[in-house]
């Protein structure tokens, strides 16, 4: 059985890969189809892509092994399978909404695409921090990156480990990301990365702290939790809580009263505040962040600011 891929972009010179024996190759007209997809500057690599607004794609299709195991994420439908898992993480490491069709459906004009076409604005930590490896290709000196296909594999593998699952309750902060990281304002992805860290700290201290008490513990508590948690600081000092404390200043100001306060520098420490939520996420998912967006060097840099005399909103939850 096959199924057709809507924007999945393939790994320069990658013909094909496999993940968790479900095979993704390319379309016959694949170049052409990949320069369909939204491509926010010019890109020259294995093809030459125009900058462009952008729409959806079949890019690749999929061969369906012969016995199929169940997913594994906490899907809605019954019924799911571990493709709608593996394509939910090529959406993440990929920076674009990629899903299956039956090839029966293709042509159902009652069928209404809902999926955003364009590209990711966040998640970039996550596709830069799986490990590259060099599969040569002929003819010499071509390569492509196997690691891709290597480093899905393996974070696919410990999705579905009992320890993984049991200890992440399914990994449902994975739909959340996949919600963040798309294409919005800096406000609503910021909301949506507290969310992740609210619900990270619930799953990883339910076992020893009521609803009620999870509730009442103040915002800046938890995310120092999670910075330490992760390795992402090794100590919070009465300086470090207290620019912490800003950021939640940030996110109630943002709640309450729609949008952010008036203060210097709150856009970038919105922005840090995303990426850190990108860093923990591939920690979570066994891989070593890369840095390339100077992420920890922003976070020292954060951390160790002298608060300036601004004002802030209530304290809040």
């Not at 016959?28 to 690599?45: E, G």
């Not at 952008?54 to 994420?73: C, K, Q």
């Not at 019954?78 to 899903?99: H, M, P, Q, Y």
């Not at 406000?187 to 507290?194: H, K, L, T, V, Y």
Request: charged share 25%.
């Amino acid at each position: 059985m096959r199924k057709q891929v809507y924007n999945l972009e393939f790994r320069s010179w990658c013909p094909e890969m496999t993940i968790f024996g479900y095979r993704f190759g390319r379309v016959d007209d694949y170049a052409s189809k990949v320069a369909r997809l939204q491509h926010l500057i010019p890109v020259t690599s294995e093809f030459a892509v125009d900058a462009n607004n952008g729409e959806h794609a079949i890019t690749a299709y999929v061969d369906i092994p012969e016995r199929e195991e169940s997913a594994i994420l906490e899907w809605r439908d019954s019924g799911t399978t571990a493709l709608n898992d593996i394509v939910l993480l090529l959406s993440l490491f990929t920076g674009r909404n990629v899903f299956a069709v039956d090839n029966e459906h293709l042509n159902d004009t009652h069928n209404v695409i809902l999926a955003d076409p364009r590209i990711y604005q966040w998640g970039g930590v996550l596709g830069v921090s799986i490990p590259y490896r060099k599969q040569p290709i002929e003819p010499e000196p071509y390569s492509y990156n196997i690691g891709f296909e290597e480093g899905l594999n393996q974070i696919y593998s410990l999705i579905r480990s009992t320890t993984w699952q049991r200890k992440y309750h399914k990994g449902y902060f994975l739909f959340l990301a996949r919600q963040a990281f798309h294409h919005q304002t800096l406000e609503s992805a910021f909301i949506q990365c507290w969310t992740i860290w609210e619900h990270l700290f619930t799953i990883l201290n339910d076992k020893w702290l009521s609803d009620e008490e999870i509730r009442r513990l103040r915002s800046f508590h938890k995310v120092a939790f999670l910075l330490v948690e992760y390795a992402l600081e090794g100590e919070i000092n009465e300086l470090s809580r207290k620019r912490i404390k800003s950021l939640a200043d940030i996110r109630n100001r943002l709640v309450h009263f729609g949008r952010f306060p008036e203060q210097s520098l709150v856009h970038e420490d919105a922005e840090l505040f995303i990426r850190l939520t990108e860093f923990i996420i591939a920690k979570i998912l066994g891989l070593s962040p890369s840095n390339l967006f100077n992420t920890m060097e922003r976070l020292e840099e954060f951390l160790n600011q002298r608060q300036s005399s601004l004002r802030h909103a209530p304290d809040g939850v």
